[in-house]
Structures are given as structure tokens and as C-alpha cells.
């Protein structure tokens, strides 16, 4: 563990924060901030209905909505609760402003990795499938660097990822009915088998129902909260913005670790350049890639600038960061202070909901890799298998193990997602001007293959 503890601090240090900052103003000076100038778009093509155009595609139909839920409820999770807890925990108050100015910036980069996923998807038995080891393979013509990111999604992401989740889900659950994690993993890893042998379409519903209840009830208890409190919110800004550059040493710690802890869970929350999110954005049954990269944009603004601002609020307002508990357990502290309670029966419940659906979109971003690297059917079983025993140990492990694990397998799954999205960026800059000069035109934007004769386009052909 300390093996991955060091060589994880020292990826972050000196090249994944630096990657993750150089893409994020690259992209969105490139893209003319297209996550400010067309978010009034992105919440039009939310609730879209699929056009005539997609109808052509028959069984290939998971909605838009449907792929940014999914993707949605990967980010929604044990690190908008446990995370942003972590962060705070670690790095101070401060930290909260870096994981706000990495959304905003992150955005562009989450639009490029789900266009490109989008532009280069494949036809499946069930629905459209891709992601970056599929824009690594036809886009840069690379397979061996898709078999690279396959191997390293399926261990981030199908394996690592959800031992925090579950180690999370397992202790909120044992805490509030007082009983034994171990107890709780068993059942959560028996639900978690039944979930992910009903396939792509079970589980696009399960998230397409799932996630709004969850968030909404979130949001709307947050910002109870926040009313009640309302005069010791400039206090609690203030200490934030002081925090993040250094100024409140004895309350967070120095800047740079607050920057740290800021990007990482961040990261670890909205996967912006993570290169996770993409392989739920080329399931979406759409007539332009860009409409899904829009999409996948406003889900980094849900998670971070909303569900995560949520969680930070509640914390700070309780005045509890400085008092030495971590995690589930801050956070837990934090509503039962505010609620009494009801906050701790609450959060039981929105850990539940949160952990859960980020286990099984976790496990559709493992699934769709393991497909990348082989045909075989005995591989899936074995994958769906080997996710629920993951998710079994989780109840087992402490939660700073289940950091050390993840971290490591960001930092490897960020730094070759990013290189493919810079090399392959000229794709998703052309793709946003035929855009916006369909729209300019007054047209509904339809994407014709034949913009990119020299690109292998299988999915829309």
C-alpha cells in the first residue's frame, strides 16, 4: 500500500495536476468556452426527445438522457458525499474553491473525451458502445493504447473505484442500523450481480429513474439548510477563498495542499479528463456528437458546482472539519448537527442511492472495455463476477486503503486519456464549428460522416 500511496503523490505532484490544468485552459480557449456560451443549449438537449434521424437506428437506442444519466450516476457519488469530506478533512476549507475552478475549466475537457467517444462509437447487439480505447484504436489508429486504457478503466474503474463506494455505502449502512459492515457488503454485492446481468438496457433505466430522485432530494435538503444558516454564509465563503490561497494556515493547511485535495476529488467526483465518463456518452442515440459532449459538460457543472457545493456547505456550516473524523462519518456528523436525527437517517438513504448507482455505472464502464479487449462471452461473465466479490471486499477495507487504490488508477487512467483527447482534439474543434454553423443557419445539427472521410466511422455509417 505504500508502494501506490508514494508513486500515486508523485504522478499527482508533477504531472497529473499540471496535464489536467494545461488541457482544461487549451480546450477551453480552443472551444471559445463552449461550457459558458451554450449551456442554455445544454439544458434544451436534455429532455430532447430522439430525432426522426435516430429512429433509422432501430435497436441502437439509449437516449440522450439515458447516457448522461449514466454517466451522471458514475459521478454522483461516495465522492460527492465521502470525497468532498476527505477533501475538506485533508486540505482545508480551501479545497472546496479548487474542485470549483477545476468544474468550470474541466468542462471543456469533459465536452472533447464525449464528442470524440460519440464521433468514433461502434455498433453493438444491444446499443451503441465506445470510449476512449475505441478513440484510441480508429481515431489515432493505436489499439495497442486502447488495450492500455482498457486494462486501466477496467482496473480503475470496474475494480478499484468500487471498493470506495462500497467501503462507503458499508459503513453509512452498519453506522445507522448497527450492524456489521461485512453483513451489509454481502447483500449490496448480491444486488449489485442481479443489476448488471440484466445488461446495458436495465441498467440505463436504473439510472435514468434513480438519479434525478436522488439529487433533487439532495439539493432540496441543502438548501434548507443553507436558509436556515443564511447569516453565516459570507463567513463561511469568505473562510473558503482565504483558505484556498493560504491565508487561513491553522484552519486549512497549506495552499498546495488544498489545491491537491481539490483536483483530486474532483476528479475523483466529476471524472473530467478521467476519460470514465465518454464510454456512457457513445451509448446516446443522437444526430450530432456535439449535442452529447454538451451534455456531458452540464454533468460536471451537476456534480461539482451543485452536489458537491451541497455537501461542503452543509460541512463548513456545521463547523465540524477541524474536529478529526473523515468521510461518510464527517459528513454524517455535519447532518446530524444540522437536522438532528432525520440528517442521519437521511444520509444513510442518499448514500445508498449515491454509492449504488455509481457501482453499476461503474460497472458498465468495466463491461464496455472488457468488450474493447475480447468477444468472448465467458470474459463478461467472468468480469460480472469478479465486480461482485469487489464489491464485496469493499465492507472489508478501511477507507484510506480504498483512497490509495483509487488514486493510483486516476492518475494512470487521466494521463493516457488526455494524450489521446489532445491528439485527437482537431476532430472535436471541427466538430463544434459544423455546429454551430448548422445552427447559425437554422438548422437542427445533423452530423454527416462525410466530414471525415479519412476517419473510420462505423457508428454512423
Not at 464502464?365 to 462471452?377: A, L, W
Request: glycine share 10%; with cysteine; net charge positive.
Amino acid at each position: 500500500m505504500e508502494f501506490f500511496n508514494t508513486l500515486s503523490d508523485f504522478l499527482w505532484t508533477y504531472v497529473v495536476i499540471t496535464m489536467l490544468v494545461g488541457c482544461a485552459l487549451y480546450f477551453t480557449w480552443n472551444l471559445r468556452g463552449v461550457q459558458f456560451t451554450m449551456l442554455p443549449t445544454m439544458l434544451r438537449n436534455l429532455f430532447r426527445p430522439s430525432s426522426e434521424s435516430s429512429e433509422s437506428f432501430g435497436k441502437f437506442k439509449v437516449s440522450s438522457f439515458q447516457a448522461f444519466a449514466i454517466s451522471l450516476s458514475s459521478r454522483v457519488g461516495t465522492g460527492n458525499l465521502a470525497g468532498v469530506a476527505s477533501a475538506i478533512f485533508v486540505g482545508g476549507p480551501g479545497a472546496v474553491f479548487w474542485m470549483w475552478v477545476m468544474a468550470l475549466l474541466g468542462a471543456a475537457t469533459a465536452f472533447m473525451e464525449a464528442t470524440l467517444a460519440q464521433l468514433f462509437k461502434r455498433h453493438g447487439k444491444e446499443s451503441f458502445y465506445g470510449g476512449p480505447a475505441y478513440y484510441m484504436k480508429y481515431g489515432l489508429k493505436r489499439p495497442w493504447m486502447g488495450i492500455l486504457f482498457a486494462l486501466l478503466i477496467i482496473y480503475g474503474f470496474g475494480l478499484a473505484n468500487q471498493l470506495v463506494q462500497s467501503n462507503t455505502l458499508c459503513d453509512a449502512i452498519g453506522e445507522a442500523f448497527k450492524v456489521s459492515p461485512s453483513y451489509v457488503a454481502i447483500g449490496l454485492a448480491l444486488m449489485t450481480l442481479v443489476i448488471i446481468f440484466g445488461g446495458i438496457h436495465r441498467i440505463a433505466r436504473f439510472c435514468a429513474t434513480i438519479v434525478p430522485v436522488m439529487a433533487f432530494g439532495y439539493i432540496l435538503l441543502a438548501l434548507y439548510i443553507l436558509v436556515v444558516n443564511v447569516s453565516q454564509i459570507p463567513a463561511m465563503l469568505s473562510l473558503i477563498v482565504r483558505s484556498a490561497f493560504g491565508w487561513e494556515q491553522a484552519a486549512g493547511g497549506a495552499v498546495g495542499i488544498a489545491v491537491m485535495q481539490g483536483v483530486k476529488r474532483g476528479l475523483f467526483s466529476n471524472e473530467a479528463g478521467e476519460g470514465s465518463a465518454p464510454n456512457a456518452a457513445a451509448t446516446a442515440t443522437i444526430p450530432h456528437p456535439v449535442s452529447q459532449g454538451l451534455l456531458q459538460s452540464l454533468g460536471v457543472f451537476t456534480d461539482t458546482l451543485v452536489i458537491c457545493t451541497c455537501t461542503a456547505f452543509i460541512i463548513l456550516l456545521s463547523g465540524l472539519y477541524s474536529e478529526g473524523t473523515d468521510g461518510i462519518i464527517l459528513t454524517r456528523h455535519a447532518m446530524n448537527h444540522h437536522l438532528g436525527s432525520f440528517g442521519a437517517w437521511f444520509l444513510t438513504a442518499a448514500i445508498f442511492l449515491f454509492a449504488y448507482s455509481t457501482i453499476i455505472a461503474n460497472y458498465f464502464y468495466g463491461e464496455t472495455n472488457v468488450r474493447y479487449i475480447t468477444k468472448k462471452p465467458w470474459a463478461v461473465t467472468l468480469f460480472r463476477l469478479l465486480s461482485g466479490i469487489v464489491v464485496l471486499l469493499g465492507g472489508f477495507m478501511t477507507l484510506q486503503q480504498a483512497w490509495g487504490i483509487v488514486d493510483f488508477a486516476m492518475a494512470l487512467m487521466t494521463i493516457t486519456n488526455l494524450v489521446a483527447v489532445l491528439l485527437l482534439s482537431r476532430y472535436a474543434f471541427r466538430l463544434l464549428k459544423d455546429f454551430r454553423e448548422q445552427r447559425k443557419e437554422g438548422k437542427e445539427p445533423m452530423f454527416n460522416p462525410d466530414l471525415f472521410p479519412e476517419a473510420d466511422l462505423e457508428g454512423w455509417r
